[in-house]
C-alpha cells in the first residue's frame, strides 16, 4: 500500500513521534497508538468484556507471531502492516456510516478530504466522524486530551490516500 505511505507516517508522527514502543497514559500501544478495540478488529487481541479499557484480558491471538503486548511493542514490522490493514478496516466503518459521499465537501469550514476522514476515524471512530458531519460540524469530538477530530481531518487531510473518491476536477482560473 505505498500510496499510503506518507499517511501512515504523519500519522504515526501525530500518535507517537514515531516511537513504536510508546504506549501512551490510557493504555494506547505503539507507532500509531492502537488500542484493544482496533487490536481486537485486526485479529490481534481477542475480544473480552470491555474492548476500550486498553487491558487486553482477552489475550493475544497470535497472528503475525504476536502473542504479546512486549511482542507487539518490540515489532515495528508488525505495527506497519497493523497499520495498513487498519486503514481498510477504518475505510470500511466510514463507508458503512454512508460517510464516503461527504469526501471532498466542505463540513463545518472543514473539507473533508479521504485522509481526512481516516485521520479522524482513527482518532475517535467512524461514529464520532458521523456526529461531526450530522451536525454540520458544531459537534467536533474531542479524545480524552482534548484532541478535536477537525484537528486531525485538517492536519492530515492534504495527503493522498488510496480510499475514497478521487479529488474533483476543478477548473483553471485565468
Known amino acids: ?47 473480552d468484556s470491555d474492548v476500550y479499557n486498553n487491558d487486553f484480558s482477552g489475550g493475544w491471538t497470535g497472528k503475525n507471531g504476536i502473542r504479546s503486548r512486549a511482542q507487539f511493542l518490540a515489532n515495528e514490522r508488525v505495527q506497519d502492516r497493523a497499520a495498513e490493514e487498519w486503514l481498510s478496516v477504518l475505510w470500511h466503518y466510514i463507508s458503512s456510516y454512508r460517510l464516503q459521499k461527504y469526501a471532498w465537501t466542505d463540513v463545518g469550514g472543514h473539507t473533508l478530504t479521504p485522509a481526512g476522514m481516516l485521520g479522524a476515524a482513527h482518532l475517535l471512530g467512524a461514529g464520532a466522524l458521523d456526529q461531526y458531519v450530522r451536525s454540520n460540524g458544531r459537534v467536533d469530538p474531542r479524545d480524552p486530551y482534548g ?10 487531510g492534504q495527503i493522498d490516500v488510496p480510499f475514497g473518491p478521487d479529488r474533483p476536477y476543478q477548473m483553471a482560473s485565468n
Request: charge should be negative; aromatic fraction near 12%.
Open 1 to 47: 500500500m505505498a500510496k499510503a505511505a506518507a499517511f501512515l507516517l504523519a500519522l504515526q508522527l501525530m500518535e507517537s513521534g514515531g516511537d513504536y514502543q510508546a504506549v501512551n497514559t490510557l493504555g494506547f500501544l505503539g507507532a500509531y497508538q492502537f488500542g484493544e478495540a482496533a487490536l481486537i478488529d485486526l485479529g490481534y487481541v481477542r475480544r
Open 147 to 156: 484532541m478535536p477530530i477537525s484537528s486531525y481531518m485538517d492536519r492530515l
